[in-house]
């Protein structure tokens, strides 16, 4: 989405044109409280200074919900806050399969970034670009803009920061399969949203032209879905609705051709749900007349076939309209570069530690899909941990010793509270009970005693999913450790340090799961909370309405979004390919 009039960096860049070649050597723009520097020797880019006095600069790359999500709540009075992102907008991403039919309109969902941070004092900067490399060494991230260009005509400019918040998101994982990136649609943006909609429309339209054979019409309105996750399940329940209710009154003559298919590698779909949510899916589809096709892999796209393979029907190449490919997520290439440059290769996301800090920099810290928090195992730290329990060094423990540092230990080490919970144990006698049957006449432990209660704790570790939620909350919680940073320094809230003195500044990081939905067509939503607790049916879909409605990020988008549903009960949805 373009913003509205011309961006900072162009202004610049239309200025240095502007003056004489006699001036060139340095021109020098004041701007607010900041400068920009241009300097116009061979293959020098844009450098923008801080300019802001004793504050700290903070540069966030992305407004994704990570980024957003921290940009709502951090305080720019604290801080000179700089953003640099390839939209000016924040996309609320659970409703794109909604717009690719027309449930929702693209303008109800986004919310422009300067809208986010218009109403709050302090210093701000937004540049529309994509940063392409970071410097951790000499803290510099070096950004390229569409926007507008410098005097070389390559719209490089350089950031300098103090502290750097990367939140660029992932792209679509195509598994290297061939013809993907060529001939499917992918649905991470409002674009691709947009562009489906408009395909969708196309393909009707080409099945409606005369002198078309039934095996034509049936290929160009056989419509396939590629990964059976929260995405394409929910794309291919948006679109069985937009053709049962919309679509079969306006092409009355083809609608019999429509087909509808969802191919999965795996034996089932929604696997991230519970088995009963999975379960009732699939024979809603098959109700549905919702071709799924599970345990097909693709191997290959062109723009006539899809190819895929089956352990008993080998491979096979089925014709098609349109695709959406929708099966993960992978690493961007600037995330690639970035961890070889720390030490973190052939990884898979950047690797944090609990408080969202890059490991192997300073300074630096990384939030959403783009990164993942490795969370320390407590085998690798025990003997430290018994080291900081046993205060008078006498080499063993008492039941008291460990109550004095239990709390420290669970809020450091997560995955004791789980291991616990997950046993029905209510404590740490219990854990020593069942490492040890004569436990109970247990009084003291020796360091292998305590090994060995803990040796099983670490099996609860587990890896974040990489859901809007997820990031949200990490870009909340960074937030607030920034605007209480100066008081943590001199009064830390965290646990104690195992491997050092005192205690860390803030608490680490933890993920409050709030359930998750999945809307299955027809007015009916799945919907699991924590725990053992599912349900599936109409008010649910309800709950869902109300959910997502209450997260929008203004006011102006959710009454956007309210009436485009109340919309489309009164006039059905919008079937304009504009």
């Not at 409050?512 to 599912?534: I, K, M, N, S």
Request: with cysteine.
């Amino acid at each position: 989405m373009a913003s509205g009039g011309l961006s900072l960096v162009r202004r610049a860049a239309e200025a240095v044109r502007r003056t004489p070649p006699w001036k060139k050597g340095l021109v020098v723009f004041a701007v607010g409280a900041g400068t920009l520097t241009y300097a116009c020797q061979d293959n020098q880019v844009l450098q923008v200074c801080d300019g802001t006095g004793n504050k700290k600069k903070v540069v966030i790359l992305g407004t994704g919900w990570a980024g957003a999500s921290f940009l709502r709540n951090i305080d720019t009075s604290l801080y000179d806050v700089h953003v640099v992102s390839p939209r000016n907008y924040f996309t609320f991403t659970p409703l794109l399969p909604s717009v690719t039919c027309g449930t929702v309109e693209a303008r109800s969902i986004v919310e422009p970034v300067r809208n986010i941070v218009r109403k709050r004092n302090g210093a701000f900067r937004f540049w529309e670009a994509e940063c392409f490399k970071i410097d951790p060494t000499n803290k510099k991230v070096h950004c390229r803009s569409d926007v507008g260009t410098n005097i070389d005509g390559n719209g490089e400019f350089v950031v300098d920061y103090d502290y750097l918040i990367v939140s660029v998101g992932a792209r679509p994982n195509t598994f290297n399969t061939p013809g993907v990136t060529e001939n499917c649609h992918f649905l991470k943006e409002v674009e691709d949203a947009q562009n489906i909609r408009k395909s969708v429309l196309k393909c009707f339209e080409r099945a409606s032209l005369p002198n078309l054979s039934e095996e034509e019409r049936k290929k160009n309105l056989h419509f396939v879905v590629i990964g059976g996750g929260p995405t394409g399940v929910e794309f291919a329940a948006e679109l069985h609705d937009f053709v049962k209710e919309d679509l079969a009154k306006l092409y009355p003559d083809v609608k019999k051709y429509v087909n509808i298919s969802v191919i999965e590698a795996g034996g089932h779909i929604l696997t991230m749900f519970d088995k009963r949510i999975s379960q009732f899916a699939e024979e809603k589809f098959k109700r549905d007349g919702i071709d799924l096709k599970t345990n097909f892999k693709v191997v290959k796209v062109d723009d006539k076939d899809i190819t895929m393979t089956n352990p008993a029907t080998g491979e096979i190449a089925v014709p098609y309209g349109m695709a959406v490919w929708s099966t993960g997520i992978g690493t961007r290439p600037i995330i690639m570069d970035f961890m070889k440059e720390v030490g973190q290769e052939n990884r898979r996301a950047l690797a944090t530690d609990e408080w969202l800090r890059v490991q192997g920099c300073k300074d630096v810290y990384a939030l959403g899909d783009c990164a993942t928090i490795a969370q320390r195992k407590v085998m690798e730290d025990v003997a430290a941990i018994f080291r900081v329990a046993d205060k008078d060094n006498s080499g063993t423990l008492t039941v008291k010793k460990i109550k004095d540092v239990l709390g420290d230990i669970c809020e450091r080490y997560p995955q004791v509270e789980l291991y616990l919970k997950s046993n029905q144990m209510k404590g740490f006698h219990d854990l020593l009970k069942d490492s040890d049957g004569n436990s109970k006449e247990l009084k003291e432990l020796n360091i292998e005693q305590f090994k060995k209660a803990l040796a099983q704790v670490d099996s609860q570790v587990k890896m974040l999913p990489a859901t809007a939620q997820v990031a949200a909350q990490e870009g909340s919680y960074l937030a607030i450790c920034f605007n209480k940073m100066k008081i943590c320094e001199e009064y830390p809230e965290g646990p104690l340090r195992i491997r050092g003195a005192g205690r860390h500044r803030f608490k680490p990081f933890r993920y409050r799961h709030l359930g998750q939905f999945a809307p299955l067509g027809g007015e009916q939503t799945a919907y699991q909370l924590p725990g053992d607790w599912v349900h599936v049916g109409h008010s649910t879909q309800w709950l869902w309405y109300s959910a997502y409605a209450s997260m929008q990020f203004s006011w102006r988008t959710r009454m956007l979004v309210v009436s485009d549903w109340g919309r489309r009960f009164i006039f059905g949805r919008d079937s304009s390919s504009l």
